[in-house]
């Protein structure tokens, strides 16, 4: 299995600041790395697919980064919808596995 | 637009078969490429994909959850099925279906909480 490990596991920031998450994968995944966002109560929703790519709708202050082992989420000028938990996703093994969540909470 | 709703039995007894729905809409099952899954989430705790169909019926399954887990389509009536066998407490999660997009999870459904009690 490949494991996806997350950090921080958990954050506070202030709306306004800019925040990264990052995610290891125990192997090479080359750019096969998603990341979804899940506000408390709700489904997860698809940020990024391919490292790097956002999703239809996704603004522009996200973004994604990285490739082989190391990627990052990056939010710019945070902003109070943005708060929640955030899950990478890798799928370049044998199946998808998910990192174990960043929650994002307001300072 | 896309859309999957889950069902469930809601609550069940540890050892019974676990049998979930996933109904949608907005696209087919048939149509090549397209990919339907299952998510868990126990409360408070991150996500584990369980298994996904292909539209050509090739099947995917967690391997630690193999043994127990068997997903089906009836792309007549837009329905995907996962039956989780011999469930116990730690299968207590919500529920998630999923539409793959080449290979990520584009669309979720609201979920299905299920609680496995004596």
């Known amino acids: 299995d490949i494991q996806m490990t997350q950090s921080p596991a958990s954050l506070s920031a202030s709306v306004g600041e800019t925040v990264t998450i990052t995610c290891r994968a125990s192997e090479n995944i080359y750019s096969y790395l998603e990341w979804y966002q899940q506000k408390q109560g709700k489904s997860p929703q698809l940020l990024v697919y391919n490292a790097k790519t956002l999703a239809e709708g996704v603004p522009s202050r996200f973004s994604g980064s990285g490739s082989g082992t190391q990627f990052s989420l990056k939010i710019n000028s945070l902003q109070p919808e943005d708060f929640g938990s955030y899950y990478c996703q890798n799928h370049y093994g044998n199946f998808p596995t998910f990192g174990g969540g960043t929650k994002l909470e307001i300072k | 637009q896309v859309t999957l709703k889950e069902s469930g039995p809601g609550i069940l007894q540890p050892s019974q078969t676990l049998s979930l729905t996933c109904s949608f809409s907005g696209f087919s099952l048939s149509t090549s490429g397209m990919g339907v899954g299952w998510i868990r989430q126990p409360s408070g705790k991150g996500l584990e994909w369980l298994a996904h169909i292909w539209w050509d019926d090739v099947k995917r399954y967690n391997p630690d959850l193999k043994s127990r887990l068997t997903i089906s389509k009836d792309t007549s009536s837009s329905q995907v099925f996962l039956k989780i066998a011999s469930v116990d407490t730690a299968d207590t999660a919500t529920y998630y279906c999923?539409?793959?997009?080449?290979?990520?999870?584009?669309?979720w459904g609201q979920g299905t909480l299920v609680t496995v009690s004596a």
């Open positions: 999923v539409r793959i997009d080449s290979a990520w999870f584009a669309y």
